[in-house]
């Protein structure tokens, strides 16, 4: 009994030497660039139960490590790190311009901030249309290099039905897009809404469908009429979300600087979507804070004593000053004795 005790120690002492020479936490298979616990971050199960009970799942569209963390803090389900950063963020009239490289800078940043919501980047133009081996390799290098937990693909033409598949079957979750699907302007004529005659409804329903087939856990309807949304959410076992299709989505989702209202330029206005609600005009508390940092920098109001906060002694101060004369800066001497009694 003394030996297998013994044994038991050394395997212990053994096993506990190993944990502290590891990098990686405790209680963990692999490491990760984030927690997988359930009881902390929105998983697939997650939106499946919420979906199964008739809860309405929140999605918010952003771009960096700011929006990411009061996505966090406000616990939304779903940040969706979207190609509308190519539009919102720099500047371009459609989301066509925005390479993989410069999606995945923005799905880092938010990976680093939102801790909680399931992270899902959007594939941008250009990078899953080629075939199924280029849309499988995107996906892959959104999850490694991006830190997403799911990826995006607009469209429900047979090639993009097939790379959607593909993607699953490699073993990555995927939403699928149908109604407007902003990177295939050039085919819709711009940016019109879908689903507003029978062919077109129908198409929509059945794109959902196919979506579903191959594998996709949710669909986003962007931009259709309510009651072909309400047919799609209907038809499909997996929750759809809408934007800009009405109340009957199994969720919905707004892009953060739009419900925000943070864009007052008229560049942006005149992309900024009819059916966006602003829940407040954090754009014109932006545009009054610079006005006013810049009257008071012109007037020398700011910094004053309170925004002044790092301090030198008296018997410092005057070792310096006699240090700026034995050198031959009287001025600056003159100048720091005179910046000593403001501060005062």
Same mark, same amino acid.
């Given at each position: 009994?003394?030996?297998?005790?013994?044994?038991?120690?050394?395997?212990?002492?053994?096993?506990?030497?190993?944990?502290?020479?590891?990098?990686?936490?405790?209680?963990?298979?692999?490491?990760?660039?984030?927690?997988?616990?359930?009881?902390?971050?929105?998983?697939?199960?997650?939106?499946?139960?919420?979906?199964?009970?008739?809860?309405?799942?929140?999605?918010?569209?952003?771009?960096?490590?700011?929006?990411?963390?009061?996505?966090?803090?406000?616990?939304?389900?779903?940040?969706?790190?979207?190609?509308?950063?190519?539009?919102?963020?720099?500047?371009?009239?459609?989301?066509?311009?925005?390479?993989?490289?410069?999606?995945?800078?923005?799905?880092?940043?938010?990976?680093?901030?939102?801790?909680?919501?399931?992270?899902?980047?959007?594939?941008?133009?250009?990078?899953?249309?080629?075939?199924?081996?280029?849309?499988?390799?995107?996906?892959?290098?959104?999850?490694?290099? *991006?830190?997403?937990?799911?990826?995006?693909?607009?469209?429900?033409?047979?090639?993009?039905?097939?790379?959607?598949?593909?993607?699953?079957?490699? *073993?990555?979750?995927?939403?699928?897009?149908?109604?407007?699907?902003?990177?295939?302007?050039?085919?819709?004529?711009?940016?019109?809404?879908?689903?507003?005659?029978?062919?077109?409804?129908?198409?929509?329903?059945?794109?959902?469908?196919?979506?579903?087939?191959?594998?996709?856990?949710?669909?986003?309807?962007?931009?259709?009429?309510?009651?072909?949304?309400?047919?799609?959410?209907?038809?499909?076992?997996?929750?759809?979300? *809408?934007?800009?299709?009405?109340?009957?989505?199994?969720?919905?989702?707004?892009?953060?600087?739009?419900?925000?209202?943070?864009?007052?330029?008229?560049?942006?206005?005149?992309?900024?979507?009819?059916?966006?609600?602003?829940?407040?005009?954090?754009?014109?508390?932006?545009?009054?804070?610079?006005?006013?940092?810049?009257?008071?920098?012109?007037?020398?109001?700011?910094?004053?004593?309170?925004?002044?906060?790092?301090?030198?002694?008296?018997?410092?101060?005057?070792?310096?000053?006699?240090?700026?004369?034995?050198?031959?800066?009287?001025?600056?001497?003159?100048?720091?004795?005179?910046?000593?009694?403001?501060?005062?």
């Amino acid at each position: 009994m003394a030996s297998s005790l013994t044994r038991n120690c050394s395997r212990f002492s053994k096993a506990l030497s190993l944990r502290f020479m590891s990098n990686l936490p405790e209680n963990t298979v692999y490491g990760g660039p984030k927690p997988q616990n359930p009881n902390q971050r929105v998983t697939l199960t997650h939106l499946r139960q919420k979906h199964k009970k008739g809860e309405p799942i929140t999605v918010v569209t952003a771009y960096d490590y700011p929006s990411a963390v009061h996505l966090d803090t406000a616990g939304i389900d779903v940040c969706l790190v979207g190609d509308s950063a190519s539009m919102v963020v720099h500047g371009h009239d459609t989301t066509l311009p925005i390479t993989l490289d410069e999606m995945l800078v923005h799905c880092r940043a938010v990976a680093r901030g939102a801790k909680r919501p399931l992270l899902v980047g959007d594939l941008p133009f250009g990078t899953y249309e080629s075939s199924t081996s280029q849309a499988v390799d995107t996906a892959v290098r959104v999850l490694k290099e *991006g830190g997403m937990d799911a990826i995006k693909l607009e469209g429900g033409s047979a090639s993009r039905i097939t790379a959607a598949k593909a993607i699953v079957e490699a *073993g990555i979750a995927v939403i699928g897009h149908v109604g407007l699907t902003p990177q295939a302007i050039s085919v819709l004529g711009g940016f019109r809404p879908q689903g507003r005659n029978i062919a077109s409804a129908v198409n929509v329903v059945e794109t959902a469908l196919a979506l579903q087939e191959a594998g996709c856990f949710s669909v986003v309807l962007e931009c259709v009429p309510p009651p072909v949304a309400a047919a799609a959410t209907s038809a499909l076992n997996i929750p759809t979300i *809408g934007i800009g299709a009405g109340p009957f989505c199994s969720g919905q989702v707004l892009v953060y600087h739009d419900l925000l209202g943070m864009m007052q330029h008229p560049h942006h206005a005149k992309v900024t979507p009819k059916f966006c609600k602003q829940y407040a005009k954090v754009g014109e508390v932006i545009n009054k804070a610079l006005i006013d940092y810049k009257e008071e920098v012109s007037k020398n109001m700011f910094p004053g004593p309170s925004h002044s906060p790092y301090k030198i002694t008296t018997s410092e101060l005057d070792g310096f000053l006699t240090e700026l004369q034995k050198l031959g800066f009287d001025k600056a001497a003159s100048a720091a004795a005179s910046a000593a009694e403001k501060m005062e």
